[in-house]
């Protein structure tokens, strides 16, 4: 995955692009999920909580007891746009998951403290 500091002109464009009410470039959309899940892993890092992006990234991070096998007990999934949102503090963890636009299982996968990235 790319440094978060030498694409960060990427994750700008999208934050731009959505603050405009446009629809990032899927390219550029997917570089930005990429670049803030490798964010948050270096700043969490770990293999007790998975977050999952679909279809663009998927990573484990926290420190805690490391998953193994089948499916992992913490979980975070959401969509890009939501991901991307969230990891620049232009969304609330909070907001997130009440709204729906962020499912969590487990006890570990509140990961707001580690947000925006």
Do not use: F
Not at 6 to 22: E, Q, R, T, W
Not at 38 to 50: F, H, K, Q, W
Not at 56 to 68: D, N
């Amino acid at each position: 995955m790319s440094s978060l500091h030498s694409k960060s002109a990427v994750v700008v464009a999208v934050c731009d692009a959505l603050a405009a009410g446009a629809t990032p470039p899927r390219v550029q959309l997917r570089e930005a999920v990429r670049v803030l899940l490798a964010g948050l892993a270096d700043r969490a890092p770990g293999r007790s909580v998975e977050v999952r992006v679909p279809p663009y990234g998927a990573i484990q991070c926290v420190a805690g007891p490391r998953h193994t096998r089948g499916t992992p007990s913490n979980v975070v999934e959401t969509d890009p746009v939501t991901w991307v949102l969230l990891a620049t503090g232009h969304l609330e963890w909070s907001s997130a998951v009440h709204s729906g636009r962020v499912t969590v299982s487990g006890p570990r996968s509140d990961i707001s403290t580690y947000l925006p990235i």
